[in-house]
């Protein structure tokens, strides 16, 4: 690969620093992305290694000490636009250097480790920076613990639905709340006594197997999680305890809560699950429009980085980015750095996408875009991949 993702190391040498990068690793295998992608650049390198025109993001490590490195090399890299996430130990003020404390930084734990490399990779734009997580409950059983997840997710900087707190006034209903849930990264399932039993909460659980989201079960006590199907592409199932609850109260809608504890690992829980999920749907994509190419004598390779390309017989060629979710404007500028990192001359883009689901006003939105673009850069949907794959 020509180009590379480029992540710069920064001021102190410490442990923690392997620790990140071993967790890097672990998360690009997750994604199904080779390791060659990535350019690790010690700071004693940066002259040597470093390119401008390569996108490139710097972890700076704090010291506890106050003996501040890299101090004009941090500088010289803000001012040339690329992010710098500090890491620090004991206190930000005093473990990290002025030239970064305009820098939101991040305090080094071992539950925060799946954050930081998440915060890289989706910096990179190999990893979706929406962070939509999806709550799915039934309201007169656990309300409480349903609202308690969506105020503490949303203090870690999650977009998450919650059917009381996320759908206006006067908006369908039901067509919204799939349109959302399509949208999701992680369904954070409230699997209580009576979830099943009702036709709605079903329904989310089918929904999410049929779109292959990532599902965390929380499955109440005394309720047998071998009740429940594994439909979803991705399922972590956890069976709850009393001791999980405070003051030991699981059985009201109203009074039931986590501890803080078991609220931490939950959050843990769905930082780890995002990358995994991302690339089962990649792959099931990806999946779907090679055997469509095929059949109709379409050659389509995939590249190590996840894209398919076809090279068409007058030199031109067309690179097809899986997108997960609901494509935005957001993802056409995201293709248009990945054709740069690709290196290719004469090229359009495909973003291929599921549309099943997401609500007609929003596919005629993508279809105005279509024709109304001026850049090589489209979108597909999914029951257009065999009318488009027809044979040249």
């Known amino acids: 690969m020509k180009y590379k993702y480029q992540l710069i190391l920064l001021g102190s040498d410490v442990p923690e620093k392997h620790y990140i990068l071993s967790k890097v690793l672990e998360k690009l295998k997750d994604l199904g992305l080779p390791n060659s992608i990535l350019k690790i650049i010690e700071s004693d390198k940066l002259n040597e290694e470093y390119l401008g025109n390569q996108p490139a993001f710097g972890l700076y490590f704090g010291d506890i000490e106050k003996n501040y490195k890299d101090l004009d090399v941090s500088h010289k890299l803000i001012k ?137 079960q929380l499955v109440w006590p005394n309720h047998e999680i071998k009740k429940i199907e594994p439909s979803s592409y991705i399922s972590y199932p956890i069976q709850l305890e009393s001791l999980n609850f405070l003051d030991s109260i699981f059985d009201d809608k109203d009074k039931s809560k986590f501890i803080p504890d078991f609220v931490d690992r939950i959050i843990q829980e769905v930082e780890s699950v995002r990358a995994r999920n991302l690339a089962a749907r990649q792959d099931n994509l990806t999946t779907e429009f090679r055997n469509i190419a095929e059949k109709n004598g379409r050659i389509v390779t995939v590249q190590p980085e996840r894209f398919l390309t076809e090279d068409l017989l007058d030199g031109t060629h067309i690179i097809y980015i899986p997108t997960i979710g609901i494509p935005q404007s957001t993802s056409c500028q995201s293709a248009e750095i990945k054709k740069e990192l690709l290196g290719y001359k004469d090229v359009t883009i495909k973003l291929i996408y599921d549309d099943l689901r997401i609500r007609d006003k929003w596919l005629n939105h993508l279809e105005w875009l279509n024709d109304n673009f001026k850049k090589d850069i489209k979108t597909l949907k999914k029951q257009d991949f065999e009318s488009w794959l027809q044979p040249l």
Not at 104 to 117: A, M, P, T, Y
Not at 178 to 201: I, Q, Y
């Open 80 to 216: 040339d636009g690329t992010m710098i996430l500090p890491i620090f130990f004991n206190s930000f003020s005093e473990d990290i250097p002025c030239v970064l404390s305009n820098q939101n930084g991040i305090q080094f734990k071992e539950s925060e480790l799946d954050r930081i490399v998440n915060i890289i990779l989706e910096s990179f734009e190999l990893l979706r920076n929406t962070r939509k997580i999806f709550i799915s409950y039934k309201r007169n059983e656990s309300t409480s613990v349903a609202i308690q997840l969506y105020e503490a997710l949303e203090s870690f900087n999650y977009d998450v639905f919650l059917d009381t707190h996320s759908i206006g006034k006067g908006e369908a209903f039901q067509d919204e709340l799939w349109h959302r849930m399509t949208d999701c990264d992680v369904v954070v399932l409230l699997n209580t006594p009576g979830f099943l039993e009702s036709f709605w909460c079903k329904e989310e659980f089918a929904e999410a197997g049929a779109k292959q989201i990532g599902m965390i």
